[in-house]
């Protein structure tokens, strides 16, 4: 029997999760025609055709094997920093007009860049990040989670600023000035497309390698990462793949991106969509190249210090899986500090858990750098 408190907890994330009332239920779509420009392809043309399924569980095998080649890429040479207003980009079906009255006649400055993977969206493509400069060396990659709006986070990157931390805080593929017009929500980030779902997490991790050249440009060397949810997961790959990275903040961390598909409460209309087609073991083995569980021993390559903070309620990273993650990094020897917030996914954001969670984020990126 659950607890009161456990109890009161999880009718709080059920309440904050059915606020989001426009998700779309889609079938699953194998999206081949997505991998035709990834690297270590091997000319498999005439089999992604004749049988998408099989292609894409013995592609995901060989990408995780050859990974370094996969989230390669070209540094982009049209860095600018662009002025604009800001904006909210809200994803619900009826934004918060307190939001948008808070932020009409402020303006940000952001970073733009045309982003190495290419998508057949024009406004995805252009990356976006908006930068709080810091002086000193040290600047941090800050990654938000699934369909954040364009304002989330803002206030921590503020406060890094005043610890003489700077900050690009990127948006994602598919979120906010990044989302094409005929989505309201980023689902084409994560979705029952499996092509399209890998193409958007490779773009995530080679959009945030970007940021990190155009940091050390900036004179920065001492680069790190933080990212929730989604993000999370971005920047684990990225911090496996980048030598760069010493110091890697995981707000929300899981294993396989399929077990947080298949069992989360905020993907559950991705399932509801794709069970009928697919199992567990088959989604699992399809978004391998994507699962931070894949990476363990790329990530070891290089000497970091992590964080990984987990909720003790979460219904959308199950905290059996971030528990398995965290056995990850005690197998490898790695250097790792673990956090658990008394509270659910949804529930990290609000009073007084964004506060706590906060104070562990930037209490650690203080003194791990």
């Not at 002025?83 to 940000?108: I, N």
């Not at 990654?143 to 304002?151: E, G, Q, R, Y």
């Not at 993000?231 to 890697?248: K, L, N, Q």
């Not at 528990?323 to 009073?351: M, N, Q, S, W």
Request: aromatic letters at 14%; charged letters at 20%; glycine letters at 6%.
């Amino acid at each position: 029997m659950a607890s009161r408190y456990a109890q009161w907890m999880y009718d709080w994330e059920n309440r904050l999760t059915s606020v989001d009332n426009n998700r779309v239920v889609r079938p699953l779509e194998w999206g081949a025609e997505w991998a035709s420009q990834w690297p270590c392809r091997n000319g498999h043309a005439s089999e992604a055709v004749a049988s998408p399924e099989k292609f894409f569980l013995e592609y995901n095998r060989r990408i995780v094997g050859l990974s370094d080649e996969f989230y390669s890429y070209t540094t982009p040479r049209d860095f600018r920093l662009e002025k604009r207003e800001v904006q909210v980009f809200s994803t619900r079906e009826t934004p918060d007009p307190k939001l948008e009255a808070k932020v009409k006649g402020t303006f940000g400055e952001f970073l733009r860049f045309t982003s190495p993977v290419t998508s057949p969206y024009p406004e995805n493509n252009r990356a976006n990040a908006r930068w709080f400069p810091a002086q000193g060396r040290r600047a941090v990659v800050l990654l938000p989670h699934w369909n954040s709006d364009a304002i989330s986070y803002v206030s921590l990157c503020r406060v890094l600023n005043m610890l003489g931390i700077a900050v690009l805080r990127l948006s994602m593929p598919y979120h906010d000035i990044r989302m094409p017009a005929e989505i309201k929500r980023a689902d084409y980030a994560v979705s029952a497309n499996i092509g399209r779902t890998m193409d958007a997490a490779r773009q995530g991790v080679v959009d945030i390698r970007c940021c990190l050249d155009w940091l050390e440009n900036q004179g920065y060397s001492n680069l790190g990462v933080a990212g929730t949810s989604l993000g999370s997961c971005y920047a684990f790959i990225a911090a496996a793949h980048d030598p760069r990275i010493r110091v890697a903040a995981f707000n929300h961390a899981s294993t396989y991106f399929a077990d947080v598909v298949w069992h989360g409460q905020s993907t559950r209309h991705i399932r509801q969509g794709i069970e009928s087609a697919i199992d567990l073991e088959e989604l699992r083995n399809a978004w391998l190249a994507i699962s931070p569980m894949s990476f363990f021993n790329q990530y070891s390559r290089w000497p970091k210090k992590s964080l990984i903070i987990y909720a003790k309620y979460d219904l959308t990273f199950l905290p059996e899986f971030s528990r398995e993650i965290i056995a990850e990094f005690a197998r490898h020897g790695l250097d790792h500090k673990v956090v658990v917030l008394p509270c659910g996914h949804y529930t990290t954001g609000e009073t007084p858990y964004k506060y706590m969670d906060g104070w562990h984020l930037l209490s650690f990126l203080r003194a791990a750098f």
